[in-house]
Every structure is written in C-alpha cells, then in structure tokens.
C-alpha cells in the first residue's frame, strides 16, 4: 500500500491543516490505498509522543480522541477511531477538531491501514502538527457627544425637531487572527437615559467598512431589545472584512435628559474554516470592548410670534 496523507487548507489564507488554530476543525485525504476487492480498517488518532518507528497501538493516555469521519462508517474508542474503508475505496477523508483539549505545541497525526481487521498486518503514516493560538482582539469606538439632528424645512412653522430622526454610529474593529476568518459578536446597548433610550430605538443597522468585496454582514436582534448579533463572512478572500459600523436610529425629540447609550461587545468568536459550526473565543482583551455615546438634549421650542 503507497500511502500519501494530503493536508487540505483550512482557512482562506495561511493557516493550513498542518499549523491548525487550537478550536478549529481541519480536513485531511489519505490517498494511495490499492484498490483491492476486500475492505481495510483504518485507525486515526493524534499523539503527542515521541515519533517512533511503529505507531503505538496500545493507545495510550497521550492519544486524543478528536476525530470524526466523512467516509464510511465510525466506531469511536476511547482515544482514536476506527473506520471502514469499502473495497475498491483509493482515499480516506476526515476531519480533526482541535478542541479545548489540545495545547499549543506539536503533536502526530496517524492513520493506520490494516489489511483487513485489526489483528491483521498494517500500514501507516503521520505528519506532524503544530497547534498554534489565534489571538485576536475586537475594539469598539463611538463619538463622546452627538447633538440630536434637526433640518429646517422651508415654509413649514414648526420646530425643526418635529417628525425628524438622529442618526449615531459605533465602530467595532477586529485586529489579530488569520485575515480571512469570519468572525461575530454580542452587541448590547442598554441606556441610562429615562426619557430618550433603548425603547426608542426605530432601527439599527450594520455595515462592512472594510474590505468590502462580496463579504457581508448580518445584524439579528429586535431593533428596541438593546440585545444585538453581528456576524461578519469574510467570504472574499482578496479584501479583509476587519471594521463595521453599527447605526442607531432614534427619533429626534426634545426636552428629555442627556441619554447615555453604552454600548457592551462581549462573546467574540472567530469561524476559523468560515463555517458556523466551529468558533474560537480567545479575545485578547475585553478592556476595549466598550463604547458610550451621549445624545445631547435638544432645546424645546414653541411658536414663534411677533407684532
């Protein structure tokens, strides 16, 4: 049996299946299985000990069970798997989730091939691994004050507040990790105002303006709830996706308190094979992630007379 054991990328720019990020799950192939009429097994796991001439089939408590498979049938143990490969069946494809039980630092990835069951002559190969950390930070930023809009409309006596909106803006940007990651957040904006706050708010919006391209971005939560989710593809792999803006939308009134709307971003995540299913949170600091604007009052006016 020639064996070859193909790496396949696991984000769109540098980070491979060979220096894999520590929470995420890469794709490997095993090709070169001779296409013979009667079925093989095959043995997966990852080891953390010493590269020896014959892989340790004994599995001991250095093998981490973290495997799953996209061809034929798994029967998990207690550190590895084990797979059916079909007769006539040339390569082998699973996936490997570096989860939480993996550290920084360089481990094996094995596949065993038996001629038959697993008391039967084998075959193997490995290459080696280096679980590394993607560190990434997100920031918020907003104006310290923004004054309450108003437009003068030609000809009309009332006060230029009446029936108009304000418009605020937040900014979050993420620095660190692989470029092209997606990545999402919490958004929450309670506000400390009684007058003029969160329960106001007509609508909120986000937008990429970064790397624009044909990445996209999506906001979820009820426009008045205050509790928001912002989630960045990074589908473009030509233009990095780093910085959105959030927009609040509040009708412009006059009269009530100075409203503070303090804005929290909290569960940051990274999608390291752009895939929802596999996140990583390990911000570097969350002493940024926080960002208050004060809607200033706006002055009431009456009717305007003279003789």
């Known amino acids: 049996m020639v064996l070859a054991l193909v790496v396949v990328a696991g984000t769109a720019m540098a980070q491979t299946s060979v220096t894999p990020y520590a929470g995420g799950t890469y794709s ?121 809009t108003i437009n003068v409309s030609p000809g009309v006596d009332t006060p230029a507040s009446s029936g108009q909106n304000t418009v605020f803006t937040y900014t979050v940007t993420k620095t660190g990790g692989d470029v092209n990651d997606d990545w999402s957040f919490d958004f929450d904006i309670p506000s400390t105002a009684t007058d003029l706050n969160i329960a106001d708010v007509t609508s909120i919006t986000a937008a990429i303006t970064t790397g624009t391209g044909t990445n996209s971005v999506v906001i979820t939560g009820t426009a008045n709830s205050g509790d928001y989710n912002v989630k960045v593809t990074n589908g473009d792999t030509g233009n990095n996706a780093s ?57 009431t006016i009456g009717t305007f007379s003279g003789n």
Not at 103 to 108: D, F, I, P, V
């Open 28 to 148: 490997y192939t095993m090709s070169g299985i001779d296409n013979v009429a009667n079925a093989r097994t095959a043995r997966v796991f990852v080891d953390n000990g010493a590269i020896n001439s014959t892989p340790d089939l004994a599995f001991g408590t250095t093998h981490i069970y973290t495997v799953t498979s996209t061809t034929g049938t798994v029967t998990a143990g207690t550190n590895y798997f084990d797979n059916a490969v079909p007769a006539n069946t040339t390569t082998l494809n699973f996936n490997v989730a570096y989860d939480a039980s993996f550290a920084t630092g360089n481990y094996q990835l094995y596949v065993v091939l038996y001629n038959g069951g697993e008391t039967t002559c084998y075959n193997f190969i490995y290459t080696n691994i280096t679980v590394t950390a993607n560190n990434f930070n997100l920031v918020a930023a907003a104006p310290t004050v923004v004054c309450q």
């Open 243 to 299: 910085v959105v803006t959030i927009t609040v939308t509040v009708p412009t009134t006059t009269g009530s308190a100075d409203a503070l709307f303090a804005a929290t971003v909290s569960a940051p995540r990274l999608y390291v094979n752009q895939t929802a299913t596999v996140s990583l949170a390990t911000e570097t600091s969350s002493a940024d992630n926080n960002a208050s604007v004060t809607l200033k009052n706006l002055p």
